[in-house]
């Protein structure tokens, strides 16, 4: 019997691939573009359509359907509402990770479920263990674009209704299906920052929902030596566009970010970067993709594992307690700038077995 798929189509040259790979293994394919964020703005910044009429370019090449999805409500209700309370407390939110949980393998699972498809896919760098199995996520094949960093938040029963067809390929073999096809895609420049946000300057757009209070900028002394244009617009190790220039008495080293201070609503910043490193981290909202590390952790066993506190970062040696839906996480070396709202990935290997989110961090025990 033929399975049947649906495809997020993003307007991507990933999930173009996918649809071609899913088809050329005699899945009944069908695509969905989800439209997640209102365009009130106009169309400057925001690519959806463009995306949305690369995407039926493809579809129409493959001679399948293309559907839509308009999930802006639920987008700005569980995602947007989420990254901006981030900002106000002094936290710097990772809005793909929970667009991945609320929304590409939530929503839309539980949309192509009703319509009836047997299962879902994506264009993620990411592959899995076999449908039927016991649910394990791994590395994508390539490391420059693995993205199960993204996925570490999304409960293994969502990804296991879910297909990743490149996974097992390199960016640039993923192109060069796509070339073959004819896709016009196949040359596509990949998407970069945060959605919603597109080219315009971040700055501009988050002052428009988070209120800018200024306040001192002190040194780690306690030295005021500037002043801030409101704590959200800065990030942890953060080093241009703090405002700083040249200053009698002080050498011409560069100036980070290395704390916030939001009861005075004070920016610390230094010029030792030894500053920013973090030897623990605390997370919490633990999501374990792999059953072992739970029912492990669950005994009371310290988990040795290595974990990302970001995007593409090498694997770190760390160990990890859990206590209930908390962790704390402590590295063999420090690490540079580990920052509260992010998320803390963990894995074995290739194998990636869940993660959480970061609350605090810091040096010492």
Known sequence: MTRSVMVGMSGGVDSAVAALILKECGYDVAGLFMKNWEEDDGTEYCTALADYADAAEVCKTLGIELATANFSAEYWDNVFEAFLADYRSGRTPNPDVLCNREIKFKLFTDYAAELGFDTVATGHYARRSLPGESFRLFKGCDVNKDQTY??????????????????????????????????????????????????RRFADFLGRYVSASSGPIADTEGAVIGEHRGLAFYTLGQRQGIGIGGMRDRDERPWYVAAKDMETNTLIVTQDESDLAASWLNASNLNWISPGPSERASAGEALSCTAKTRYRQPDQPCTVTVDGDRARVVFDQPQRAVTPGQYVAFYDGDECLGGGRIDAAGSGT
């Open 150 to 199: 993204f996925l570490q938040a999304v409960p293994a029963a969502q990804l296991d209704g879910c297909l990743f067809p490149v996974g097992e390929l390199t960016k640039p073999a993923v192109r060069d299906r796509a070339r073959d096809a004819g896709f016009a895609v196949h040359d596509k420049k990949d998407s970069t920052g945060i959605c919603f946000i597109g080219e």
